[in-house]
């Protein structure tokens, strides 16, 4: 008979980190190779956000992709454990229905989508273009949400047609910039900056008081990677 | 008054651990756990804070040990003035003592800014004083304003930002107070686990109510137990880092009855010899954060005796 005291309470599990890509699948993504350089950016990045992860092991970093061009869809739709997670390429065609996007992060964000004892989720927005639809009104959806206003909302703009402003009013904090990449090695930079140093903060926050608790909330976010002087621009 | 509330039914213990994501980062504990047993069986007080740890508080450690500090003292106050009319003690519990604790806290914290800012000699790591644009020179840093605005206040007092939990049991009557996330479990006799004061809506990523926050007094949840001889055997007053390790809340109630029957079966001074080890071992395999754990538990049930107040 085993007499020995055992820990009390039922299973432990690590805290849910739910991180998703929003990525920008509009035709304008064709050209030059946008679209092959956000799959490889991302591709290269999973190995290092594994390494993140299992640094600490007290976060769960579950992963999601929604593309949106005419339209949104979930390209991965169930969260997925960093640790089994493969990219999938996407595939460029169509408009830009940024707000159709926002509108199912929302969703995602809502109470009852998200475990109480969750970290605050990140969501990056990967964008080269205009929205073609009121955007604004899917930004509102989820600025509407506790989960969504206290999400770390990164913002990267792909190329010189890319609207900043649009991205501003995702990112919702004047301190945290727009990345722009001009072309392929700034923007892997750039991902893997998200992927990873935002990643390792988000998933050991600490608390913070209610008051004015915006983008990240109690998340430090990181300093920006450095991109070097001499790269051409080819977007 | 009959024997049964003449009779001193209550004992306590607590731990705490630093949190495994603190160990590996190299950052203090930043929780606080502080109880008393007070004289002549008047009862026994029980306070756990967690400080909030972010950047903008770097001294939440130290709020939350003042945070207990501070709810010990008032709520030991409270048993010296009460007299034995339990209703007009509620009324004055409930109107006074949110407001006693937050201001109690931050007189306390002002203070002690007060006097880091005079003592300590590296004056670049603490926080500009009010109305200064560069680090003053120590005798300029001694001279602290006695008279702070409100924006002044509050931000020193988020420096040192802090949740508080804390448990006042008596033999006629028992006071939970919070104010911030954690939790205060009433656990039955039948093992049956309750959290009678219910978790904030709105909240979400690691947000937390906060006695540094403007009328934060306002945010206190507060209730007052009369005891009429069906006491629950087990309160346990817990951190966030405790409910946060278990992946479900079902799981997390379940260390209520499993406590109690822990308490009954092996007896206070085993469990109480384990506590640090479990609470480790569940911030390691769970939300990585510190835990503060106080239980105030009844004696007749339990196999042992013996136990006394600390930190």
């Not at chain 1, 990112?171 to 990449?181: C, F, H, K």
């Not at chain 1, 990181?222 to 080819?234: G, K, R, Y």
């Not at chain 2, 519990?93 to 604790?101: G, S, T």
């Not at chain 2, 206070?268 to 510190?290: F, H, N, Q, R």
Request: net charge negative; proline share 6%.
């Amino acid at each position: 008979m085993d007499t020995s005291l055992r820990r009390p309470g039922g299973e432990l599990a690590s805290r849910p980190l739910h991180f998703i890509w929003i990525t920008d699948c509009s035709g304008s993504m064709i050209a030059n190779g946008k679209i092959q350089a956000l799959n490889d950016a991302i591709r290269e990045s999973v190995p290092l956000m594994r390494n993140v992860a299992q640094d600490n092991p007290n976060a769960q970093v579950l992963i999601r992709v929604l593309k949106f061009s005419t339209g949104a869809h979930w390209h991965i739709d169930e969260p997925v454990p960093i640790e089994q997670f493969e990219w999938t390429d996407l595939a460029a065609a169509g408009l830009t229905d940024l707000g159709k996007a926002l509108s199912l992060v929302a969703e995602q964000m809502m109470v009852s989508a998200m475990h109480q004892r969750a970290l605050p989720p990140v969501l990056v927005l990967v964008s080269d273009g205009q929205p073609t639809d009121n955007y604004l009104n899917g930004l509102q959806e989820l600025m509407d949400l506790p989960w969504g206003k206290k999400a770390v909302r990164i913002g990267i703009a792909i190329g010189t047609d890319a609207n900043e402003t649009v991205l501003e009013k995702f990112i919702g904090n004047p301190e945290i910039p727009v990345l722009r990449a001009n072309n392929p090695d700034v923007l892997t930079r750039y991902i893997k900056w998200a992927s990873t140093v935002v990643l390792k903060s988000a998933s050991s926050p600490g608390s913070r008081a209610q008051v004015g608790m915006i983008n990240g909330g109690n998340v430090e976010i990181p300093m920006l990677p450095t991109v070097p002087t001499t790269a051409l621009d080819v977007w | 008054m009959n024997n049964k509330q003449n009779q001193w039914p209550w004992r306590v213990m607590g731990e705490k651990v630093i949190g495994a994501t603190h160990s590996r980062s190299g950052n203090p504990c930043q929780d606080a756990i502080l109880w008393k047993v007070l004289p002549e069986q008047r009862g026994i007080v029980l306070a756990v804070a967690d400080g909030h740890g972010s950047s903008s508080s770097p001294y939440s450690d130290e709020g939350a040990a003042l945070a207990v500090q501070v709810a010990v003292a008032l709520l030991e106050k409270l048993t010296q003035e009460s007299g034995d009319n339990l209703s007009l003690l509620k009324q004055m519990a409930e109107a006074q003592l949110p407001r006693m604790m937050v201001r109690g806290w931050a007189e306390e914290v002002l203070a002690r800014h007060r006097e880091k800012r005079i003592k300590d000699p590296d004056a670049e790591s603490l926080p500009l004083l009010p109305g200064f644009s560069v680090v003053p020179a120590p005798e300029v840093a001694a001279d602290f304003p006695e008279e702070l605005t409100d924006a002044e206040q509050g931000r020193i007092l988020l420096k040192y930002g802090s949740t508080l939990l804390a448990v006042l049991a008596t033999a006629r009557f028992f006071i939970l107070f919070q104010l911030g996330d954690g939790d205060i479990l009433v656990v039955e006799s039948d093992g049956s686990v309750s959290r009678p004061l219910t978790r904030r809506t709105g909240l979400a990523a690691n947000e937390t109510l906060s006695l540094c926050t403007k009328s934060s007094w306002k945010d206190v949840q507060f209730l007052f137990q009369p005891l009429h001889g069906e006491e629950p055997p087990l309160l346990l007053v817990a951190t966030d880092g405790y409910s946060n390790s278990f992946a479900s809340e079902e799981g997390f109630f379940r260390v209520g009855s499993d406590y109690l029957a822990l308490l009954k079966r092996d007896g206070p001074d085993e469990v109480a010899l384990k506590l640090k080890e479990w609470l480790a071992e569940t911030s390691e395999s769970g939300s990585g954060d510190d835990i503060a754990l106080g239980m105030v538990f009844r004696g007749d049930g339990c196999s042992a005796t013996g136990l006394g107040g600390g930190d």
